[in-house]
């Protein structure tokens, strides 16, 4: 049974979303358990079918606001985010999911499960949708800035990561850049860009431009989490926006709405590309335990699908594959 501990209480719309997220997830998968960590009262307004799902009390939590994680954390005060970690770290669960400030969600990682012995840096790592399938993008908001030597060795961990998630052989690895050819960027990226070349456990594919990454033949896609995230969130108000477009061309005229009828199938599976909700959630890279960072502002099939992601992950034994293979062989 995997076991899956879920902060209730994170997130713009908690603890409902967690809630019915976690019901439908129990209803889709028999071989999985979840603990709400969060304000029991609260999430009992929501919690009609308590079949595999127990409560772990606690009245504290982040709120979006949170500006000082690590003083909340070392205060040892009860919050319902670290209680989920220190279930993970005591081998009660076996993967924490939050949708909780990201700052306070990488803190509390660094400071809860701490970081595999061996990793210099960990990474936020959400699954992006493109015509060649699910693409790991990194760092995607953990650390604003990043050393070669820190990118290289993400690029290495993604590496084994794709090859158990997206089932790669040999996973092609691209780094973001304003340009294809190998002199352009900052002084970082050129750096990066010889590091990752001479590096025989990557399959560095070379630079590659944010407006090639929806057709590129590249299978991770990594640079500073500054970079990453601002592509990430360009991404995201493209697709809204491109999603409004339609809606308003659609609604434009009567033969439009027409067509829309006959192409409804069709509309639903565009839309479902462009969702957020689908990918679930972000990969916390580089922890002791699996960490999933859902959206802020997730819905309840965005924590259905995170939580569908945990398990996916869980099953994939990612961590301790990672451990053996980076953990025993890397410089502290």
Do not use: W
């Amino acid at each position: 049974m995997i076991r899956i501990a879920l902060d209730a209480m994170g997130g713009d719309f908690a603890p409902k979303v967690n809630v019915l997220g976690a019901m439908a997830a129990i209803k889709k998968y028999n071989d999985i358990e979840i603990t709400l960590f969060g304000d029991e009262n609260k999430i009992k307004e929501y919690l009609t079918d308590s079949t595999r799902i127990k409560v772990v009390h606690t009245d504290k939590y982040f709120d979006m606001g949170e500006h000082d994680a690590v003083k909340a954390i070392r205060s040892k005060e009860p919050y319902s985010m670290v209680l989920a970690m220190q279930a993970c770290k005591n081998g009660e669960c076996d993967c924490t999911i939050s949708a909780g400030p990201t700052q306070v969600v990488v803190v509390a990682g660094h400071m809860v499960l701490k970081k595999i012995k061996g990793m210099h840096r960990i990474a936020l790592a959400p699954f992006i949708p493109t015509a060649g399938g699910n693409k790991i993008l990194l760092d995607s908001g953990a650390n604003v800035e990043l050393r070669p030597e820190h990118i290289c060795q993400l690029a290495y961990y993604a590496t084994i990561m794709a090859k158990e998630t997206l089932n790669k052989e040999n996973p092609k690895v691209g780094l973001i850049n304003i340009g294809t050819e190998d002199g352009k960027g900052r002084e970082v990226d050129k750096e990066t860009y010889q590091m990752l070349k001479e590096d025989p456990r990557i399959n560095f594919v070379g630079n590659i431009e944010p407006k090639e990454m929806f057709f590129a033949d590249c299978d991770i896609f990594i640079n500073d989490g500054f970079t990453c995230n601002i592509l990430l969130k360009t991404l995201e108000g493209t697709a809204k926006y491109m999603g409004a477009c339609l809606k308003k061309e659609i609604k434009s005229s009567f033969r439009s709405k027409i067509g829309a009828l006959f192409m409804k199938k069709s509309l639903k599976r565009f839309k479902k590309v462009f969702d957020a909700s689908e990918a679930g959630g972000a990969m916390l890279c580089g922890l002791t335990s699996l960490v999933i960072k859902a959206h802020g502002n997730s819905d309840e099939t965005a924590i259905c699908n995170a939580i569908r992601q945990a398990k996916t992950l869980v099953e994939s034994k990612l961590v301790e594959r990672i451990s053996q293979e980076l953990g025993d062989n890397s410089e502290e």
